[in-house]
Nanobody
Framework: QVQLVEFGGGLVQAGGSLRLSCAASGRIFSNYFMAWFRQAPGQEREFVAHISMTGVNTYYTDSVKGRFTISRDNAKNTAYLQMSSLKPEDTAVYYC??????????????????WGQGTQVTVSS
């Protein structure tokens, strides 16, 4: 098993930047695909970004392409989500997720075995 803890959320003005971190413990971090999801009040949890075990392959939902960057440092057992040009509609609780097996259905929340507690990101206009 792996335990995930997110941090780095906060309040930022529109156009600003934040960097979220997801610290993992338990099993070897490099054996897991990692992803970020987010959930706004009253809405379903939605896919944001995904990264392969080595960090070579990354995927993003259309609404964040060009603004968000997912990365990982396996030596530090940490995944990151660098967010720039933030918009009020980016406001949500952001969750880190982990999966130990390959799937093409990486946007589905049901494909992830482990989740962090979430960190709040609020973007003011």
């Amino acid at each position: 098993q792996v335990q995930l803890v997110e941090f780095g959320g906060g309040l930022v003005q529109a156009g600003g930047s934040l960097r979220l971190s997801c610290a993992a413990s338990g099993r070897i971090f490099s054996n897991y695909f990692m992803a970020w999801f987010r959930q706004a009040p009253g809405q379903e949890r939605e896919f944001v970004a995904h990264i392969s075990m080595t960090g070579v392959n990354t995927y993003y939902t259309d609404s964040v392409k060009g603004r968000f960057t997912i990365s990982r440092d396996n030596a530090k057992n940490t995944a990151y989500l660098q967010m720039s040009s933030l918009k009020p509609e980016d406001t949500a609780v952001y969750y880190c997720a982990a999966r130990g097996y390959y799937t093409t259905d990486y946007t589905s929340r049901n494909r992830y075995d482990y989740w962090g507690q979430g960190t709040q990101v609020t973007v003011s206009s």
